[in-house]
């Protein structure tokens, strides 16, 4: 896949450590034998007094930032429903202070010396000619600017929408600093399709890949279900060889948003990439 070593690209995802501090943050990090993160961004914008000191004691822990994160206001994940209606910058009515949130954010990054960050950008509809794609794509577009201006990638996490229907928006879009967090999981939490096949589809755009499980649902319109990496729908095998295949060389992020052991989970799942790659 690269020359560089796996441990070299492993990191976690911050918000799955549930940790209230920067220093509790540095202490579960390292307890999950891995010292990289994806920095959820949002703290640090929302609590600063808390959370101002993150990049200063994830240093002095020997943790290196990899990328960031940030969510959308008024996001509800209740059901697929709810999250249709709110999620991302797709709602009118949280747009502008979504926008406002995002520049603020760009400043954080930008001042932790980042160069990707990602986030779920709400659902696309799936027919170009619909009105709501070519909003979207605009307010994309808007998003990516200011990105750009600071020299910063914006991802995008998949699941809400098909691989198709991502790679058309991303055609239209022509902004190549707008690119794909891919997650597996999410593909099959929302049902919309192999993850394989849409690592196939979306290769040209992936920069960076969450490692999470899940089975589908059996009700459709529902949720599927989460569950710890190596117990769930993923092929682990055929996910990791895939991205081989099509010269996939970022970072690989744990990612664990269920359950009541973290660490541990997270531990095992990096077992499981490591017995899926060498």
């Known amino acids: 896949m690269t020359d560089t070593p796996i441990e070299n690209r492993l990191a ?13 943050l540095a202490e579960r990090l390292q307890a999950t034998g891995i010292s990289r993160t994806q920095l959820a961004l949002d703290p640090l914008r929302e609590e600063p007094a808390v959370w101002g000191e993150t990049e200063a004691v994830l240093e002095q822990a020997g943790i290196t930032i990899v990328s960031g994160m940030f ?5 509800d994940y209740s059901t697929l429903d ?76 998949t699941g809400q929408e098909t691989a198709d229907g991502l790679a058309a928006l991303l055609e239209a879009l022509k902004k190549p600093n707008v690119i794909v967090n891919f997650d597996p999981a999410n593909m099959l939490l929302y049902g919309k399709g192999d993850p394989i096949e849409a690592v196939r589809v979306l290769a040209p755009w992936i920069r960076q890949v969450h490692v999470k499980d899940a089975n589908q649902t059996s009700v459709p319109g529902t949720w599927g279900e989460e569950v710890a990496v190596g117990t769930g729908q ?13 010269g996939f060389t970022g970072d690989i992020v744990i990612e664990r948003e269920a359950g ?7 531990r095992a799942a990096r077992e499981v990439v490591l017995s899926s790659i060498r």
């Open 12 to 24: 976690v995802c911050s918000w799955s450590l549930q940790a209230a501090t920067p220093r509790e």
């Open 71 to 75: 969510g959308c206001v008024g996001e």
């Open 82 to 157: 709810t999250i249709r209606q709110t999620g991302g910058i797709a709602p009118d009515e949280t747009w502008e202070q979504n926008l406002e949130n995002i520049r603020a954010t760009v400043g954080i990054a930008t001042a932790l010396g980042l160069k990707l960050v990602s986030f779920h950008a709400g659902f696309v509809p799936h027919d170009p000619a619909d009105p709501g794609f070519a909003k979207m794509a605009g307010r994309l577009a808007a998003v990516a600017e200011i990105f750009a201006a600071a020299d910063m990638e914006v991802g995008l996490e």
């Open 234 to 246: 993923v092929d682990w095998q055929a996910f990791f060889t895939t991205l081989a295949d099509v």
């Open 260 to 266: 009541t052991q973290r660490v541990t989970d997270i």
